[in-house]
């Protein structure tokens, strides 16, 4: 991501318009690696895991324990059909926490180095504007 802010420093002559948008490209690039550093963070914790196993290992203790009510094609059923369901479930709660996970503060901060950014630009082409009248004379 810095190599592509940098390639795009030192190309000249683009509109404001083609800047606005690669700002927008660069800040979504910056939130989109937010966002998947955090969710690799939650599925690498093992949190998500745990709590599948834990519940497949709870559906086989309520079969076994309820034995004389249930064939053994209903347990194994049963237990498939718990866990993919768990399995669902982790997957929304991960969907929530992204949904739920706020990006103001990082937002903001960005706009803040763009806006510092354009305003170094901006004296820097003053400099050398000036610089250039005053070798003209």
Do not use: W
Not at 65 to 92: D, Q, R, Y
Not at 99 to 105: A, I, T
């Amino acid at each position: 991501m810095l190599y592509l802010k940098q390639l795009y420093k030192g190309k000249s002559g683009e509109s404001f318009f083609y800047k606005n948008n690669f700002y927008c490209f660069c800040c979504f690039m910056d939130v989109f690696v937010i966002v998947e550093r955090f969710t690799q963070n939650m599925i690498n914790s093992g949190l998500f895991r745990l709590y599948i196993a834990s519940g497949f290992f709870g559906t086989s203790v309520f079969f076994v324990i309820n034995a004389e009510l249930f064939s053994p094609l209903e347990m194994i059923l049963g237990v498939i059909g718990v866990t993919i369901a768990l399995k669902g479930i982790t997957n929304l709660m991960l969907s929530m926490i992204i949904l739920l996970f706020s990006l103001d503060n990082k937002k903001s901060e960005l706009d803040f180095n763009y806006q510092s950014e354009r305003i170094d630009s901006l004296l820097s082409e003053i400099q050398i504007s000036s610089s250039k009248t005053e070798n003209t004379k």
